[in-house]
């Protein structure tokens, strides 16, 4: 996502969570490969390219590796504590 390249993603968590089908992302069900075919076509537009980079950008821009080690050492808190009771 940072590199602009436009995303396809299997339609589960923990994509669902941040990735939005259509906007940041094109969402398939790992199961269909229809579904995945469909989605690698849609790429070949441009259009469609041009708008899955910009907001892939921008999602990436939210993700930074600070952020994210945030999140995670905030789990582990919550698990920590949550065991010791």
């Known amino acids: 996502m940072a590199s ?5 993603s ?4 923990p994509f669902t969570e941040f990735l939005e089908d259509g906007e940041s992302a094109l969402l398939v069900d790992p199961s269909r490969t229809d579904d995945l075919a469909r989605a ?3 790429i070949l537009d441009e259009g469609v390219r041009r708008r899955l980079r910009a907001a892939a950008l921008e999602t ?10 945030r999140i995670a050492a905030g789990i582990y ?3 920590l504590g949550s065991r010791r009771s």
């Open 40 to 42: 690698m076509e849609a």
């Open 10 to 13: 299997s339609a589960q968590p």
């Open 77 to 79: 808190r919550e698990f």
């Open 4 to 8: 602009g390249a436009p995303v396809v």
């Open 60 to 69: 990436a821009a939210r993700y930074t590796w600070e952020r994210s080690a």
